[in-house]
C-alpha cells in the first residue's frame, strides 16, 4: 500500500477518505487545524533542505510575486522552523524571504507519508495525482519528502515575505488565543469597551486570533452566553466561564490535533452541523446569524440578559400575536371556501367586481365636484372681470384698444401684466380645488368676459 493511499485514507478502517467524508464535519482551518499543519512541518521537515518546488500559476492564491519567482526564492533553502499566529503559518528558511500562509476556508497541507489532520473542505481524494491538481505550492526535500499546500476553494493566500510577522495580514492580528491569552482581568476590561454581539466580537481577529465560527459556537456554549449578548453587558460571572471555555476549548482541540473524533462527546461541535436543528443532551439546538456567521446555541442554557432580555420578551409577544391573527385569518378563509363551495366562490367573484364599481361611482363624485367647482370659478372670474372692465373704462381711451395677447417683457403696460398675472393666480387656483389632482383649466380674462355675453 502507497504512502500516500496512508496519507489520505482513515487508519483504523481503510476506507478511501471520499467514503469517510460522509462523517466528516464540515469544518474550516481554524487555530486548531492550521496548528496541526504546523507542528507537522515542524516533527518531519525541519533540517531539511528544499531540492525542488513548484508554485500553481494561480495569482488569486498566490499573492503578489511570480511561480518562477517564488520557486527561485526557495531552491537550495534549508526549513529552520515553523511559525504561526491565529489562522496565519509560515515557514522559516535559512534566510529571508519566507513563504506564508493564510489558509481561508480549505487551505491545508499535506506531506506525503503523514498523517495530517484532514477536514472535509480540504480533503483530497484516493485518486487524485500527486501533487494534487489544487495543489497551489509543491516542495520536494533533500531526503525525498514531499509536501504540499492545497486549496480547492482558492480563497487562500500564500505569499513570499521578508519578515511574515511584522507585514499584513499577520501584524494586523490580536493576540493569539492559544500562544498569548488574556488574562480574565484583561478580557474583562477589553469587553467592557464593546458594544458589539459577543460573538462578532470573538470572531474579530485584531481582537482575539485563531478563533473561528465552531470554536466560537462551542466557546459560548460552554459558557452559557447568548451569541448576541452584547459584550459589554457580560457580568464578571459570564466573563470567568468565556476565558475557561476558551482556554479549555483550544487547548483539548490543539491537543488531539484538532481530530474531532477525540473531542469529548457532549461538546456541541458534534451537533451543530447541516444547519438542521437538533438536540443536545435532550435540549434543541437552534440556529441564528450573529456575527455575520451562522451561529449554533442551545436557547434553554444561552438566555440575553438584561435590557436584551426584555427587548426579546417584547419581539416575541408580538410575532406570537402576529402569528395567532395569521392563523386565525387562514382558518375562516378555509371555512369560507369549505362552507358553500362553488356559490362561496361565485360570491367572491362578485366581491372581486366591487372595487371597480366603487372606482367608477368615485370617479363620478369627483367629475361632479369638479364641475361645482369650475361653475363657481367661473362666476368669481365674471366679477373679477366687471370690475376690470370699470378700471379700464375709467382710464379712456385705452379701454377701447384691443390689447396685445401676452407680453412678457419687464416693459409692458401694468394693466396687462395684471390680468397675466390674475389669469395665472385663477388656474392655479382650480388646479389646487380640483380633486385628485385633476386640473381643469378655466376660462378666464377675456374668454370668461366672452362667456358672460
Known sequence: ?????????????????????????????????????????????LGKKIKRSVVADDAKVIDGITPSDFEASLTGKTIVDAHRKGKNMWIQLDSPPFPSFQFGMAGAIYIKG???TKYKRSAVNDDDEWPSKYSKLFIELDDGLELSFTDKRRFAKVRLLQNPASAPPISELG?????EPMTEEELFKSLSKKKIGIKALILDQSFISGVGNWIADEVLYQARIHPLQSAATISKEQCGALHKSLKEVIRHSVKVNADSSRFPVDWLFHSRWGKKPGNLNGKKIEFISAGGRTSAYVPELQKLSGEQAGKEMVQGKKKSSKKSRDESEDEENV??????????????????????????????????????????????????????????????????????????????????SGDEFEEEEEEKKVQVKGKKGVAKKVPTGRQAKKRVK
Open 335 to 416: 371555512k369560507n371556501v369549505k362552507g358553500k363551495g362553488g356559490k362561496k366562490r361565485s360570491e367572491s367573484g362578485g366581491k372581486k367586481k366591487t372595487p371597480v364599481k366603487r372606482k367608477s361611482n368615485s370617479s363620478d363624485n369627483d367629475d361632479d365636484g369638479d364641475e361645482e367647482e369650475e361653475e363657481k370659478d367661473e362666476v368669481e372670474e365674471t366679477d373679477d372681470d366687471k370690475r376690470a372692465k370699470e378700471k379700464k373704462q375709467k382710464g379712456g381711451k385705452a379701454g377701447n384698444k384691443k390689447p396685445p395677447a401676452k407680453k412678457k417683457s419687464p416693459e409692458s403696460g401694468d394693466d396687462d
Open 114 to 116: 503523514v498523517a495530517v
Open 175 to 179: 493576540p493569539d488565543a492559544l500562544l
Open 1 to 45: 500500500m502507497s504512502s500516500w493511499y496512508l496519507l489520505i485514507t482513515s487508519p483504523a478502517s481503510r476506507k478511501p477518505l471520499r467514503q469517510k467524508e460522509r462523517e466528516t464535519p464540515l469544518t474550516m482551518p481554524e487555530l486548531p487545524e492550521v496548528e496541526a499543519a504546523r507542528r507537522a512541518i515542524e516533527e518531519n521537515c
